[in-house]
């Protein structure tokens, strides 16, 4: 088959659960392109076999550029007379749609990755959004949940009936983020050999509520002088969110510690180096760093939202905590630094879950079915 893959990013084409899938679907013989905005990971995507479509798709809502987007999709769906497209995020997620209808693709498929909204967002933004989901719903012949708080949402709404709908969990390669050390990667990020680190993997913009995380800590530093922060991820969208949490770190009694990576290709290193990894994220459509995480045998804190609280059960492979709440999440941290055969439970059933029921392995069979099945 010829496929279009249109998502926002390349860095997200790239991630450990997209990339899989597109080489999976070019070692099965299929001739596989990739939409999506152009950065730094073109030749890492090129290398594994993908043709590049530089598509700039903006988050924000812009008239403008977003019908210029459009045409875009819309000029290469024609050219390209592909027989499926596939779309994942929730902008691409309906101009892809709607180009690809338009186009009268035989398949097109979405993965819906949680809606843009939260469970704080206003209620006008929650009716555009799921206006704007039910309308592109229309215009797709299947759409793929990652959790089912969303499916649920989506057949409550009137989004999608359950004949078009498909619940596949994410996946994990669980040799890549096995257990295991790193030495030395404490002394490359200037990290001292005995810190007791606390660990967030992913984008650092605001509306990921890191600095609950750095508040947080700041609440136990007296107790626990060589606590360390690592966030490992890129900035580019928020270019000054380091320096506005190095400012509040400083604020809380944290100052010079805080380490951020930028964007690695290894984040399972750095699973190896925490003692704890924290999602304290509002909004999450799945919460992948959290299976990765269960799969490197690291403790975990997320917030009891959707996506991480289909994965995690609390106080079963990990803790919940409220969302936006600085007190309840060092508690926490406090409560597993200070009880390690806790540590142990949790993480000896986070990595017992993520093997029945999140290994990429498993995954990507059914995702490379929906391609198959429906075409």
């Known amino acids: 088959m010829k496929i279009l893959e ?19 679907l070019v070692d099965n013989g299929n001739e596989v392109h990739l939409a999506c905005t152009v950065t730094s990971f073109a030749e ?8 590049i479509h530089d ?11 977003d019908r210029l987007t459009y045409k875009r999709l819309k000029a290469i769906i024609r050219e390209g007379s592909y027989d499926v497209v596939h779309t994942h995020n929730p902008k691409d997620g ?14 097109v498929l979405h993965t819906c990755n949680g809606f843009y909204f939260s469970h704080r967002s206003s209620w006008i933004k929650k009716w555009l959004v799921l206006r704007a989901e039910r309308f ?40 890549r983020f096995a257990n295991g050390e790193e030495p030395g990667l404490k002394n490359e990020l200037g990290i ?33 002088p060589e606590l360390h922060i690592i ?12 320096e506005r949490l190095a400012n509040l770190a400083t604020e809380v009694g944290l100052a010079g510690r805080l380490s951020f990576t930028g964007y690695r290709f290894d984040p399972e290193r750095f699973y190896r180096i925490c003692n704890i990894y924290c999602l304290p994220t509002t909004r999450e459509g799945f919460g992948v760093t959290l299976i990765e995480a269960m799969a ?64 990429q392995k498993n995954v990507i069979p059914l995702l490379l079915n929906e391609y198959r099945h429906n075409a």
């Not at 249109?6 to 999976?24: G, H, K, T, V, W």
């Not at 215009?139 to 649920?152: A, G, K, P, T």
């Not at 992913?202 to 530093?221: F, P, Q, T, Y």
């Open 6 to 24: 249109i998502c926002n990013l390349d860095r997200f084409a790239a991630s450990p659960y997209m990339l899989p899938l597109f080489e999976a």
């Open 44 to 51: 890492k995507l090129s290398a594994a076999g993908l043709k």
């Open 55 to 65: 598509v700039p798709v903006s988050r924000s809502i812009s008239p403008l550029e």
């Open 94 to 107: 309906v101009l892809g749609r709607m180009a690809a209808w338009k186009c009268r693709v035989p398949l």
């Open 136 to 175: 592109a719903a229309k215009r797709c012949h299947r759409i793929i949940f990652v959790n089912s708080e969303d499916l649920m949402l989506a057949a409550a709404k009137k989004i999608v009936g359950p004949g078009k709908a498909k619940l596949i969990y994410n996946g994990v390669d669980l040799e």
């Open 192 to 224: 001292p050999d005995n810190a007791m680190v606390l660990g967030f993997i992913g984008e650092i913009r605001s509306e990921k509520n890191l600095d609950v995380l750095v508040r947080a800590a700041g609440r136990i530093v007296n107790k626990y």
């Open 231 to 242: 966030f490992v991820g890129d900035s580019s969208i928020e270019p000054h969110e380091p």
């Open 296 to 359: 490197s045998h690291t403790p975990l804190i997320a917030c009891n939202v959707r996506g991480p609280r289909e994965i995690v059960s609390d106080g079963s492979e990990g803790i919940l905590v409220p969302d936006n709440d600085a007190q309840a999440l060092a508690r926490t941290v406090d409560f597993l630094f200070e009880n390690p055969k806790a540590r142990e439970a949790y993480t000896k059933k986070a990595y017992e879950k993520v093997v029945k029921e999140f290994d």
